[in-house]
């Protein structure tokens, strides 16, 4: 059973940071590209952020390019996006994901519960 468990949201000021971590149980992501995606209220869900199978080019939205990172630790099994120049268009419920094929926004197998951001 592939579950991914997202956290570290809340609520900030803007200007302020945040670090959000995704786990993946059921799969290694040193075997995927993994993404960040994020959904606002009466939004659609758009990607965010992607990284390629063991942490090597990642690629962005336009709107967040130059303050949010995404990275991944392999060890730990685990994708983090840090956050940084929070703006108030960047609250939304953020999930991550497997995507494939790298380097898009296609998302594939389960999605967790996601984790709230908050900036105001």
């Known amino acids: 059973h592939v579950q991914l468990v997202e956290s570290g949201g809340g609520s900030v000021r803007a200007g302020g940071s945040l670090r959000l971590s995704c786990a993946p149980f059921?799969?290694?992501?040193?075997?995927?590209?993994m993404a960040w995606f994020r959904q606002a209220p009466g939004k659609e869900r758009e990607g965010v952020a992607g990284?390629?199978?063991?942490?090597?080019?990642?690629y962005y939205t336009d709107s967040v390019k130059g303050r949010f990172t995404i990275s991944q630790d392999n060890a730990k099994n685990t994708v983090y996006l840090q956050m940084n120049s929070l703006k108030p268009e960047d609250a939304a419920m953020y999930y991550c994901a497997a995507v494939r094929p790298c380097g898009t926004w296609r998302p594939f197998g389960s999605w967790g519960q996601g984790t709230q951001v908050t900036v105001s």
């Open positions: 990284i390629y199978t063991g942490g090597g080019s990642t």
């Open positions: 059921g799969y290694s992501i040193s075997n995927f590209c």
